[in-house]
C-alpha cells in the first residue's frame, strides 16, 4: 500500500463520514470495482466478497448479461410509470409467475416495499375475503425478524436500534418467538389476517427453524384460514441451494415477498407473488410505485432470473454448501466456538464470545470481506458463482483465521 493509495481510502471514507448520514458503520475499505466473486478497493487489493450486498449478488458483480441488459434497455425505453403499458413487464411476470409456481406478480422496487406490499394484501384480503371487522386484522411476525427499515416494518423489530424513537408505530402486529410452533397457535385468533416469517432468518445469524417449523406453520395457516406470506427477499433465488428456502421444508406457501437477487445487484426490484384469490383484493389506484414495473427493472429482473437458471446456481450453490459445512466439520477447531449454521451459500459461524467483529476486521486484513452479526456471529455469503476453486481458496484463509478466536 502507497502513501498515495492510502490517502484516496481515507479521501473517500472522510467525504462520507463528513457529508453523509452516520446510518452506517462500515468496515474501512473503499470498494471501486467487482467482477463475479471478487471486489477492489481503490488501493487494488483484491477481496473476495463473502457477503454479496446482503445476497442482492448471487449471479456475482456486474453480470455481463444483466449489465447488457441494463444498459440496452436504458437506452430505449427507461421509465413510462404504470399510468401505461410498457413492452418489457410482461416478460417480467410471465417468468416470476412460471418460477414461482403463483398465478400473479406485482412488481415494486426495494425490499421493504414489497413487504409493504404483502401487509396491504394481507390486511385487504382480512377485511374483504375473511371478514375480519374493520381495521382489526392482526398480522403475526417473528421476533428476531428482520423485514426492512419503514416505519411499519420497523414497528413490528424487536431490535431496538432499527425501532427506538420511530414510534408512534403501525398497530396491527403481534410477535411470537421464532421456531415456536405452540407460540404461534396460541397466538392466533378469528382476527389473524396472516403470518410473515422468514423462511431463516437472515439478518438475526442465519438462524435456521427445525424441519418441522415451517410445515407446522403452514398447517396452522391453512387451519385457521389465514394467509402464510414467507419473506424470501434474502433467502430466495438460489441463495439456499433451493430456488426458494421453503422448498427444503414445505409446500408452496400462500404468498413470497422477493427482492435483492431479483435484478442481480444492479438495479432495486422486489415483488410479491400470490395467487388470484389474494392477489385480486388489489384495484386500479389501490396500490403502485412509479418505479415498479419499468422497463429497466423489468429487462435487468428478466436476465438475472435467466442467469440463475441457465448457469444453474441453486445447485451450484447447493453442492458449495455441502463442500463448506464438511470443511468447517473437519477443520474448524477452535474451542471457542459454539456451532456452524449452513444452508446452501448462506452460512455463519457462531463463537461462544463476542469475538466476530475482531474476525470480520483479521479477514478483511487477508482479502475476505465478510460481516459479523450480533457480536458472537460472522456471516458468509458468497456470490453464487464462485467456483469450487475460488471456495476452497478462500476457505483456506477463513478457516485458519476463524480458529485464530
Ligand atoms: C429478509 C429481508 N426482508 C426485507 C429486507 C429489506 O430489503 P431492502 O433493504 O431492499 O428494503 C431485507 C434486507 O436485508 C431482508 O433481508
Not at 19 to 28: K, M, Q
Not at 283 to 298: I, L
Request: charged share 20%; with cysteine; proline share 4%.
Amino acid at each position: 500500500m502507497t502513501t498515495e493509495t492510502e490517502g484516496k481510502t481515507r479521501q473517500f471514507i472522510e467525504q462520507a463520514e463528513r457529508f453523509g448520514a452516520h446510518n452506517y458503520h462500515p468496515l474501512g475499505v473503499v470498494l471501486t470495482r467487482g467482477e463475479g466473486c471478487f471486489v477492489w478497493d481503490v488501493e487494488g487489493t483484491r477481496y473476495f466478497d463473502m457477503l454479496s450486498a446482503y445476497s442482492a449478488v448471487n449471479q456475482g458483480h456486474c453480470h455481463p448479461r444483466i449489465v447488457k441488459a441494463l444498459v440496452d434497455q436504458s437506452r430505449v425505453l427507461a421509465l413510462t410509470s404504470r399510468a401505461f403499458h410498457n413492452d418489457r413487464m410482461g416478460d417480467m411476470l410471465e417468468k416470476l409467475a412460471t418460477l414461482t409456481g403463483f398465478e400473479r406478480v406485482l412488481p415494486m422496487n426495494t425490499g421493504a416495499e414489497g413487504v409493504e406490499t404483502a401487509i396491504k394484501a394481507i390486511r385487504r384480503w382480512g377485511y374483504r375475503v375473511k371478514g375480519i371487522p374493520a381495521n382489526e386484522a392482526e398480522i403475526i411476525v417473528a421476533l428476531g425478524n428482520f423485514h426492512g427499515r419503514t416505519t411499519t416494518i420497523v414497528g413490528f423489530s424487536d431490535d431496538s436500534d432499527a425501532y427506538s424513537d420511530y414510534g408512534p408505530f403501525t398497530p396491527g402486529f403481534k410477535q411470537v418467538p421464532y421456531n415456536d410452533l405452540d407460540a404461534l397457535a396460541a397466538a392466533i385468533t378469528d382476527k389473524t389476517a396472516g403470518v410473515i416469517i422468514e423462511p431463516i432468518q437472515g439478518e438475526a445469524g442465519v438462524m435456521i427453524p427445525a424441519a418441522d417449523y415451517l410445515p407446522g406453520v403452514q398447517k396452522l395457516c391453512k387451519e385457521n384460514n389465514v394467509v402464510f406470506c414467507l419473506d424470501e427477499i434474502q433467502t430466495g433465488l438460489g441463495r439456499t441451494g433451493k430456488l426458494f428456502a421453503w422448498q427444503h421444508d414445505c409446500e408452496r406457501p400462500d404468498m413470497i415477498i422477493l427482492g435483492k437477487a431479483l435484478s442481480g445487484g444492479l438495479y432495486p426490484v422486489s415483488c410479491i407473488a400470490a395467487d388470484d384469490a389474494i392477489m385480486s383484493v388489489f384495484t386500479p389506484g389501490s396500490h403502485g410505485s412509479t418505479y415498479g414495473g419499468n422497463p429497466v427493472a423489468a429487462a435487468v429482473a428478466t436476465a438475472a432470473l435467466d442467469v440463475l437458471i441457465d448457469e444453474d446456481l441453486c445447485n451450484k450453490a447447493l453442492a458449495l454448501g455441502e463442500h463448506v459445512k464438511a470443511r468447517f466439520d473437519a477443520e474448524l477447531t477452535t474451542a471457542n466456538l459454539k456451532e456452524t449454521r449452513v444452508r446452501g451459500l448462506m452460512i455463519a459461524v457462531e463463537y461462544q464470545t463476542g469475538v466476530a467483529h475482531d474476525a470480520a476486521v483479521a479477514l478483511q486484513s487477508q482479502g475476505i470481506l465478510a460481516k459479523d452479526t450480533h457480536a458472537t456471529s460472522i456471516r458468509f455469503a458468497p456470490p453464487l458463482v464462485i467456483t469450487k476453486a475460488q471456495l476452497d481458496e478462500a476457505l483456506d484463509i477463513i478457516i485458519p483465521t476463524l480458529n485464530s478466536f
